[in-house]
């Protein structure tokens, strides 16, 4: 396959996923979260007591524009914020339980979307596209 087909390739699952993304933010949350936030709300859910440093790191976004999100978070009585036991510099993110069930809706209609989306395939197929975006992840993570 070409460079030029393989990148439209990934443009075009790029695009689809990121509007199954934006569909889920304004079904689910009635656009009361970005698609960004819904992310720092996975990612918050995911790590266990995550620093804003260890979530803005792993979404590959700047400090500066991820502390604003969590901030508009923080307002909606998503996410809770707290310094560190050991380093008052540190801050610590966590759930509410407002944030938490939030979290699991998106969760739980983006695996149905997925769920959809899969179900077009047979059981070969799904395992073959599983195991290959596992390959393509690991050799991402590499470079």
Do not use: W
């Not at 656009?31 to 918050?44: A, G, N, P």
């Not at 999100?69 to 009585?77: D, P, R």
């Amino acid at each position: 396959m070409s460079h030029e087909n393989l990148r439209s390739l990934f443009q075009l699952v790029v695009r689809h996923y990121g509007l199954l993304n934006e569909q889920c933010c304004d079904q689910c949350c009635g656009q009361d979260v970005s698609v960004q936030q819904s992310h720092i709300l996975f990612e918050v859910g995911r790590q266990h007591h995550p620093s804003m440093r260890d979530i803005a790191n792993t979404l590959g976004v700047d400090i500066t524009t991820f502390s604003r999100q969590v901030k508009s978070l923080i307002n909606k009585g998503y996410i809770t914020k707290t310094p560190h036991p050991d380093d008052q510099r540190i801050q610590i993110l966590q759930l509410t339980e407002k944030g938490a069930q939030l979290e699991k809706d998106i969760d739980q209609y983006m695996n149905e979307s997925l769920d959809q989306i899969f179900s077009q395939l047979n059981e070969d197929e799904r395992q073959t596209v599983t195991y290959s975006i596992d390959l393509l992840n690991k050799a991402m993570r590499s470079v």
